[in-house]
C-alpha cells in the first residue's frame, strides 16, 4: 500500500495524535473513535503505537504489509531487537532524547523484516500524553524507502562516475547554462585547465564562448550557434586561444543536457579537444604537398593545379596564358666544379630572381632540378611572353656569387600558349618542353615558341578527337603492364595496365597525349570499358597457362566513376568474361573520391561489393583529409611520384614519404611507392616500411608479351 500522494508523514502524526488525545481535542462521539480505529487501521502508513517502555501495544496493517510482523507478532515486544546493527546507538538516544523534549523525531533507519531482510524506514515518533500532560505512549508512523534510496544510491554512484569521468578525461570539458542570454560557464575540468592555460576559478561565470575572443570570422562558429539555439549535438573545428594568447585548435563537441522531464535544455556539455599537432601535421603535409623544399616555389603538384585554375579562368574571359618552361645551362657544371651547397644556393637565388621578373598573380615553380615553369597569366598579346623571356635572361645574365665566388648562368626557355597550344596544362608543359629542347639544339640562352612541327607526335585537338573515335572502332589501343613488386621479397606480385594507342602514322602514343580529350569527350566511358574488359580476359588466359593469379590494377576516370551503374557494369563484364574479381584493384585518384563523400562512400562500398580491391592513386596531391580516409574502406594508397623523386637526397621528402607510411599503416592500408627510379629510393621505401614499389627501376610499362614471358620466369625460378 503506498500513502496517498499530497499525504506527509507529518499530517498523518498530527491528524492522530490529536484524535489518540481526548484531552486536548473535542470530546469524541462512539461513532467518531470507530472511525478513528478504521483510519489508523487502513492508514497507508505504517503506524506502531508502544508505551513508554517501548514495548509494543499496536501496529496497523501497513506495518504489517512493510515488515512481515503481524501484532501477534510483536505485541509486548521492544523495537530494539528489530534493529540490525546499522542502526546506531546513537540514532536511538536522539530518538529517546528528543522523546523528552517533547518534540518528534524524524529519521531514516534499517529495519530487519520478519523474514530477516532488512529495509529503510522513514519515521516520525511522537509522544502521546494522557489529560494531564503525562506520556503515556509513542507513537511511531513509518514509510518504506528502500526503493527511493536504491534508486538515489545509484544515481549518487552514477553521479560519482561522471564527475571521476569528467576529472580524468583527457579532452577538456566545460559545463555551460543553457538560457537564452546566459551560457555561462559552470564546470570546466582539469584538462580543460592545462588546455586553455584558465584556471577553473577564473572562467566559471564567464560566457562558453570567450575562448574564440575576437576571431569571429569563422564559418564553423555558426554549427555552433545553431545547435545552441536548437538544443541539439554539434560539432566544430575552432580557432581558440589560450590565457596566453597562443592560438590552438579546437576540435568542439557539444550536447545538451535536459531536465528530468526530458523537455527543456537547461545546459551544455562541451567536449574541447585539442588537435593543434594533428592540423600543424596536416598543413605541413600540405605545404611540403606543395612546395619545393629546397627554394619554395610551387612544385610539380601546385604547378599543375595553378596551370589548370588559370586555364578554367581563361576559358571565361577569353583570355591567353604563356607557359615558359626553363632549364639552366650546363647546371651540372656548376654542381660538379663547386658542389652541391653551392648549386643549392645558385637555384635559391635563380628562384629568387625568376619571382622578380613577374607578377604576383603569375606561379614560378620548381619541377626538379634545375627546372623551372612560369605561368603567365592574363596576358595582352603572344609577344607579351617573349618581353618577359628576354627579361628574364637579362636578370639571370648578372653574375650569381656563391661562396665567394661569381657564377655566370644563363638559361634555355621554351614558351607554348593557350589556347594557341593546347588546352591541358600537360600538353601546355610538354610542348613548352619540346620548344625548350630546340633551343638546346640551336645553342641555349634563348627563347623559343612552340610551333606545331616540333612534336611529330602533336595532333591537333580537332583531329584528335575524330582519331580517337576511329582508334576505338578499329581497335587501335592496347595494353602495357608494369610490374608491382613486393619490397620484401623483391618478386613481381602484381602489375598496372597502361593504355597505349597505337597510332597508324604517329606511332605510340602516350595516355598523356589523349586522356583528357577522352574524358571530355565522353570516350573515356567505352575505352575503360575495354581496358577492363581486355583485363579480364588477359587474367582468364594467364590462368588458363597455369600462371599463379596476379593482381593488376586499373585506372578509373572520373568520368567512369561518377557513372550510376558503374558497379553493375563492372559485375557484368567479370560474368562475361569468367575473370575472378578478387584478382582487380581499381585506383581512385583523391580528387575523385573526395568530391562528394557521401555518394563516394555509397560508390566505393558497391564496388567491394564485387569482391575488387580499391586503391587510391597518386596519394598525396590531393587533399585528402585523414578522417575520410578512415571512412572510405579503401585497401591501398599509392604514393604519387613527386614525393619519390627526391626522397633519397631530400630529408624532408623522406619524412612526408615515412609519415604516409605510418600513416596507411594504422589505417591498415597497403602502401605502394610509384616512380622508383633508383635503387637508394627502393631502399629507403623498404626501410619506411612501404609494402610495394613501382617504377623504372625496376621495370617500365611493358608490352603483354614480355610481362607474360617475365611471369613464367619467375614461376620456373629464374628471376
Ligand atoms: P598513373 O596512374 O599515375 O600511372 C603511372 C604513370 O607513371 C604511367 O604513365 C607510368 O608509365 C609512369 N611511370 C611508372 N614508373 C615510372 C618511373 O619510374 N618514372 C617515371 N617518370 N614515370 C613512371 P603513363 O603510362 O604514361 O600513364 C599516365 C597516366 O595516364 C596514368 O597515370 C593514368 O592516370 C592515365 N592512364 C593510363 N592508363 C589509363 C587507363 O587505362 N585508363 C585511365 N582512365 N587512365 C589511364
Ligand atoms: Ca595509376
Ligand atoms: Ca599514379
Known amino acids: 500500500m503506498t500513502p496517498e500522494p499530497g499525504t506527509s508523514l507529518e499530517s498523518e502524526l498530527h491528524r492522530l495524535r490529536d484524535a489518540l488525545q481526548p484531552g486536548q481535542g473535542p470530546a469524541l462521539s462512539r461513532n467518531m473513535t470507530d472511525l478513528l480505529a478504521q483510519a489508523i487501521e487502513q492508514s497507508p502508513f505504517g503506524i506502531v503505537v508502544m508505551d513508554v517502555a517501548g514495548q509494543v501495544e499496536y501496529c496497523n496493517r501497513a506495518f504489517t504489509a512493510m515488515s512481515g510482523f503481524a501484532l501477534d507478532d510483536i505485541v509486548g515486544v521492544n523495537p530494539h531487537p528489530w534493529n540490525p546493527a546499522e542502526t546506531t546507538e546513537s540514532i536511538y538516544g536522539s530518538l529517546l532524547s528528543s522523546q523528552n523534549l517533547g518534540e518528534p523525531w524524524r529519521g531514516d533507519l534499517q529495519n530487519h523484516r520478519k523474514d530477516g531482510s532488512v529495509y529503510w524506514e522513514r519515521q516520525m515518533v511522537s509522544t502521546l500524553r494522557d489529560a494531564d500532560g503525562k506520556h503515556t505512549h509513542l507513537i511511531a508512523v513509518k514509510e518504506d524507502i528502500s526503493e527511493r534510496k536504491l534508486k538515489s544510491e545509484n544515481y549518487e554512484q552514477t553521479r560519482r562516475l561522471q564527475e571521476q569521468a569528467l576529472v580524468s578525461s583527457s ?17 570546466v575540468n582539469p584538462a580543460f585547465e592545462r588546455i586553455t592555460g584558465y584556471r577553473s576559478d577564473e572562467v566559471i561565470g564567464l560566457e562558453g564562448r570567450f575562448l574564440v575572443r575576437d576571431d569571429l570570422a569563422q564559418p564553423d562558429l555558426e554549427n555552433i550557434r545553431s545547435a545552441l539555439r536548437e538544443g541539439r549535438e554539434g560539432e566544430a573545428t575552432l580557432r581558440n586561444y589560450r590565457k596566453d594568447g597562443s592560438l590552438f585548435w579546437n576540435e568542439l563537441r557539444i550536447a545538451p543536457v535536459r531536465d528530468l522531464t526530458g523537455a527543456a535544455t537547461t545546459h551544455f556539455v562541451s567536449v574541447i579537444n585539442d588537435i593543434s599537432e594533428r592540423v600543424r601535421y596536416q598543413q605541413a603535409l600540405e605545404y611540403q604537398a606543395n612546395h619545393d623544399s ?89 609577344d607579351d611572353v617573349d618581353q618577359i623571356a628576354e627579361k628574364i635572361l637579362s636578370t639571370l645574365s648578372r653574375p650569381i656569387e656563391v661562396a665567394g665566388r661569381d657564377i655566370f648562368v644563363t638559361a634555355s626557355i621554351g614558351v607554348s600558349l593557350y589556347p594557341r597550344d593546347g588546352d591541358h596544362g600537360e600538353i601546355l608543359l610538354r610542348y613548352a618542353d619540346m620548344a625548350m629542347y630546340r633551343v638546346k639544339e640551336h645553342g641555349r640562352n634563348s627563347v623559343r615558341q612552340f610551333m606545331p612541327e616540333m612534336g611529330s607526335n602533336a595532333i591537333s585537338r580537332l583531329d584528335m578527337e575524330a582519331a580517337l573515335r576511329r582508334a576505338l572502332e578499329r581497335g587501335e589501343f592496347l595494353l602495357h603492364y608494369q610490374p608491382k613488386i613486393d619490397l620484401p621479397s623483391q618478386r613481381i606480385v602484381g602489375a598496372e595496365a597502361l593504355i597505349r594507342w597505337q597510332h597508324p602514322q604517329i606511332g605510340l602514343v602516350h595516355p598523356i597525349e589523349f586522356i583528357h580529350l577522352a574524358e571530355e569527350t565522353g570516350l573515356i566511358l567505352p575505352m575503360g570499358e575495354w581496358v577492363l574488359k581486355e583485363v579480364c580476359q588477359q587474367q582468364v588466359r594467364w590462368h588458363e597457362q597455369g600462371l599463379p593469379p596476379m593482381k593488376i590494377a586499373i585506372n578509373m576516370s572520373a568520368r567512369q566513376f561518377r557513372q550510376e551503374d558503374l558497379a553493375d557494369r563492372i559485375a557484368a563484364t567479370f ?37 575488387v580491391s580499391l586503391s587510391l592513386d597518386d596519394f598525396g596531391t590531393g587533399y585528402s583529409s585523414l578522417s575520410y580516409l578512415r571512412r572510405f574502406p579503401i585497401d591501398e594508397l599509392k604514393i604519387d611520384r613527386s614525393f619519390i623523386n627526391d626522397i633519397h637526397t631530400n630529408h624532408d621528402d623522406a619524412a612526408i614519404a615515412g609519415a604516409i607510411v605510418a600513416m596507411a599503416r594504422s589505417l591498415s592500408l597497403s602502401v605502394v611507392a610509384e616512380g622508383v627510379e633508383k635503387k637508394e629510393q627502393a631502399e629507403l621505401l623498404a626501410s619506411l616500411g612501404c609494402n610495394q614499389v613501382q617504377g623504372y627501376y625496376y621495370a617500365r610499362p611493358m608490352a603483354e608479351s614480355a610481362f607474360t614471358t617475365q611471369l613464367h620466369e619467375q614461376q620456373n625460378g629464374n628471376a
Request: hydrophobic share 45%; with cysteine; net charge negative.
Open 171 to 187: 579532452n577538456g570539458i566545460m559545463i555551460t547554462r543553457s538560457d537564452d542570454d546566459d551560457h555561462s560557464i559552470v564546470y
Open 294 to 382: 629546397l627554394t619554395g616555389l610551387a612544385n610539380r603538384n601546385l604547378l599543375s593545379d595553378r596551370i589548370e585554375q588559370a586555364i578554367a579562368w581563361a576559358k571565361r574571359q577569353k583570355g591567353l596564358i604563356g607557359v615558359m618552361l626553363l632549364d639552366l645551362d650546363h647546371f651540372k657544371l656548376v654542381n660538379d666544379a663547386s658542389g652541391h651547397r653551392a648549386g643549392d644556393a645558385l637555384l635559391k637565388e635563380v628562384a629568387h630572381r625568376l619571382k622578380s621578373c613577374v607578377r604576383e598573380t603569375d606561379t614560378v615553380a620548381r619541377l626538379g632540378g634545375d627546372e623551372f615553369v612560369i605561368i603567365l597569366t592574363d596576358l595582352p598579346q603572344a
Open 575 to 611: 560474368a562475361s568474361t569468367g575473370a575472378d574479381p578478387t584478382q582487380f584493384i581499381l585506383e581512385l585518384t583523391e580528387s575523385m573520391v573526395m568530391h562528394d563523400v557521401d555518394s563516394t562512400l555509397v560508390a566505393l562500398r558497391s564496388l567491394k561489393k564485387l569482391g
